[in-house]
């Protein structure tokens, strides 16, 4: 009998590679559209079927591409057993079900050596992907613009403050918003852009043997460098003491050779910081309100805080604040 929880292109695959009586367990998925099973073949080790909405051209795809670019520093990523394009299936080293998130729980500041190892893979993304550089690699095409990091705060907008919020933005206060944005925007895509993960957080960090490996950089692309760190420090489902984070920022710096610069890095720090926190709150209100997945929900105020605390640490800010907090109690 056929089992609904396994889909035909995970049946397909085993039976084109010749992989007979193996138990499929589904996995829990992330906020993409793609599926997981682990494959658990009686007399071999296990592998995970990452399974996609559509078929796809190994030869062309962005995680390929960025795995082989990532391998090629290296950062530890998972190593890609196999793939079967038409069935939109692509076949995965198994790292086991651990995040960064799941080992730490909810607070982070007895694991400072980890977040280290983290920060450390930061550094190395960014230094050798100055000298791996090439058009073959898919990152070094797209990039963090003004265009791309706007949408992403009317993503904000749209799906947070007036999907899930229900604020009704008068015309003038919305103009105003926009002002404000786009100073942000300009600011941030003007810097220096570095290789970066795009998604670098406790989540896409699995943690096996005391080790880290990455996940799901697909979208990897050049942008500011201080947005992977933005994404780490200020993580949406981890609590990071201001100590700690301090603490690593430095560490980062010393690593570049550019502790010099510990004030001047800190204040691009908070504003990559505030418009990833404002991104994240925009997929939470729309896996919520347009998905009708709940999860998300749960990590909306640890994000809110960290928006208020750096609203109120830099000036700056006094008018995001100002229009902002109408529409949300907890930055006022």
């Given amino acids: 009998m056929t089992d609904p ?28 559209d793609r599926r997981y099973f682990r494959i658990l073949p009686p007399n071999d080790e296990s592998f995970v079927l990452a ?35 038409d069935l939109g299936v692509l076949a995965l080293e198994d790292l086991g079900d651990v995040t960064l998130q799941a080992h730490l729980g909810a607070a ?13 893979f930061i550094d ?12 073959k690699y898919l990152p070094y095409g797209v990039a963090f613009d003004v265009e791309k990091l706007t949408w992403e705060l009317n993503f904000f907008v749209k799906h947070y403050l007036e999907a899930y919020r229900g604020a009704a933005i008068a015309p003038a206060d919305r103009q105003a918003l ?34 880290l490996r990455i996940i799901d950089f697909q979208d990897a692309r050049l942008g500011p460098d201080t947005y992977d760190l933005a994404s780490l420090l200020r993580d949406s489902y981890i609590d990071l003491p ?48 347009a998905r009708q997945n709940p999860v998300y929900i749960q990590y909306i105020p640890r994000t809110l805080r960290y928006v208020r605390e750096t609203l109120e640490r830099d000036t700056r800010f006094a008018r995001l604040r100002e229009l902002l907090a109408p529409h949300v109690d907890e930055l006022r």
């Avoid at 982070?108 to 450390?120: P, S």
């Fill in 242 to 289: 201001v100590s700690v984070l301090d603490e690593l920022l430095a560490y980062f710096l010393t690593l570049q050779g550019r502790s010099g610069e510990r004030e001047r890095f800190r204040r691009r720090f908070d504003q990559m910081a505030l418009q990833r926190n404002l991104k994240a709150l925009g997929t939470f209100g729309y896996q919520t309100t």
């Fill in 108 to 120: 982070a500041d007895t694991h400072t050596a980890l977040y280290v190892q983290a920060v450390t």
């Fill in 51 to 85: 399974v996609h909405a559509a078929p796809f051209d190994y030869e062309t795809m962005p995680f390929a591409n960025t795995a082989a670019l990532f391998g090629a520093m290296p950062v530890p990523v998972p190593e890609i057993l196999g793939h079967a394009g």
């Fill in 5 to 32: 929880l396994i889909p035909p292109a995970v049946t397909g695959y085993l039976e084109r590679f010749g992989v007979a009586d193996a138990r499929v367990v589904p996995l829990t998925g992330d906020a993409s």
């Fill in 124 to 135: 190395v993304i960014q230094r050798r992907g100055r000298e791996l550089e090439s058009p």
């Fill in 178 to 211: 926009s002002a404000e944005f786009a100073r942000m925007v300009t600011e941030l895509a003007t810097e220096p852009r570095v290789l970066c993960h795009r998604d670098y957080h406790s989540r896409n960090l699995m943690w096996r043997d005391g080790r």
